[in-house]
């Protein structure tokens, strides 16, 4: 039985490269509290991802924690509302509850099943206090408009980027949008420090906020504020450092399997990947495709054909957030206001994307995709 192939799977760089550094750990005892390696890589990131104000974090729904902290300030009232999106990992949606908001869902656009900013706006309400969007697959959001909404009704933008990073857009950094952006490095992401994440803010003053909440609320020996313990250690950022000196190749890898997928899906009809965004250099995260109604067999069906074949696609965001038991009581949650969203997630498949996913590996992903399709048939019957 040839060996599964998973949605992803985590590119390490030589280990012989990380060694040193490890050994240099070991020598200093240097082991947390931003120690070298998380200065180094803080500032390697600011400088390669374009963002002045970047901190590290230990994970990606810590850096959303963050920024959301940040953000609100003193402004949280108990029923203080903001509007996110429901198509996202559970992250996204629980770091607006844990943050003591309501999360208030706005539908998506099928072009891309990024929020619809006139979905936004329509959701706004005398209550509301920021909108979290986010870039989801990497595909960046319409920026232009959510910015103009945020102006308009003085809303704090928050940006999860979580899968965006080195994505560009029209040239410029994603992190450049939003008054804060942040970042995962968790082991499934195409930049990976095992665990680990980043904030990024346009202020200078919000980000010597995110580095005080990230290390319990401490400067300067005092502690104006309340805080937690979301600092990255000398290990992750050690990875990290090791990490981004192979990101690019690791990027362009990435591109082939997403050029390949895309060549062969352009001749199977019924399966729609997910159209790249114009003016956006991506960094191929994910590989969503949508499964039509003109397929021979449902998502579901095609996901556990992929299975027994050993391909572990996922379905990846299903169920959507507004369907999760902590969320689906929510007035905006019902189902009539999210129309794209719930058929998207019915829909959705990620294949699987990684920079060594060999071409015969690429045929095993395709293999059962092209049969279903050549067979034809009648849907549900499988
Ligand atoms: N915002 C958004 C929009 C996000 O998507 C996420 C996380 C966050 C915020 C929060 O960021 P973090 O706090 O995680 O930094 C995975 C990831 O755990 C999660 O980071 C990610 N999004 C989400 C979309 O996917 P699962 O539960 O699907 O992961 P799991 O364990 O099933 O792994 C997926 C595949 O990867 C498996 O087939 C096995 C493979 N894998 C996984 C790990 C952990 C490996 O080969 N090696 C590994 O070490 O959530």
């Not at 206001?337 to 996913?357: G, H, Q």
Request: aromatic share 8%; net charge negative.
């Amino acid at each position: 039985m040839a060996e599964p192939i998973l949605v992803t799977r985590p590119y390490l760089p030589p280990l012989s490269e990380l060694l040193p550094k490890l050994e240099h750990i070991w020598e200093t005892r240097w082991l947390s509290n931003c120690g070298p390696c998380h200065e180094e890589l803080e500032a390697r990131l600011r400088v390669f991802l374009g963002a002045l104000n970047l901190s590290l974090v230990v994970n990606g729904m810590s850096a959303l924690e963050a920024a959301i902290h940040v953000a609100l300030g003193e402004e949280r009232e108990p029923d203080g509302e903001i509007v996110t999106t429901p198509y996202s990992f559970a992250a996204t949606a629980h770091a607006v509850k844990r943050s003591g908001m309501v999360p208030v869902f706005a539908d998506v656009r099928p072009s891309d099943l990024n929020v619809n900013p006139e979905r936004v706006e329509a959701a706004i309400t005398p209550r509301t206090r920021a909108i979290v969007a986010v870039h989801c697959y990497g595909n960046p959001c319409d920026v232009e408009a959510l910015e103009a909404i945020a102006r308009r009704h003085r809303l704090k933008l928050i940006y999860d980027a979580a899968h965006a990073f080195g994505v560009t857009l029209r040239g410029r950094s994603l992190l450049a949008f939003g008054d804060f952006a942040t970042l995962s490095f968790h082991a499934t992401k195409c930049f990976n420090t095992f665990e680990g994440g980043a904030v990024a803010c346009r202020a200078p003053e919000d980000r010597r906020r995110i580095e005080r909440y990230r290390n319990f609320g401490i400067e300067d020996e005092l502690i104006p504020d309340v805080g937690t313990n979301a600092k990255m250690n000398e290990f992750n950022a050690a990875v990290g450092l090791v990490q981004l000196d192979h990101f690019q190749e690791v990027r362009a890898l990435r591109a082939e399997v997403d050029r390949h997928y895309r060549e062969a899906f352009a001749e199977i009809a019924g399966i729609e990947p997910l159209a790249s965004v114009p003016d956006a250099a991506p960094s191929h995260a994910y590989f969503p495709v949508l499964v039509g109604d003109d397929f021979p067999l449902t998502r579901d069906e095609l996901v556990e054909r992929l299975g027994a074949d050993g391909v572990h696609a996922r379905r990846y965001f299903h169920p959507l957030l507004s369907n999760l038991a902590p969320y689906r009581g929510l007035h905006s949650a019902a189902p009539e206001n999210l129309p794209v969203a719930n058929r998207a997630a019915e829909r959705v498949i990620c294949l699987p994307i990684y920079p060594d996913l060999s071409q015969a590996d690429q045929q095993r992903v395709l293999d059962p995709i092209r049969a279903a399709c050549a067979l034809g048939g009648v849907r549900g019957a499988a």
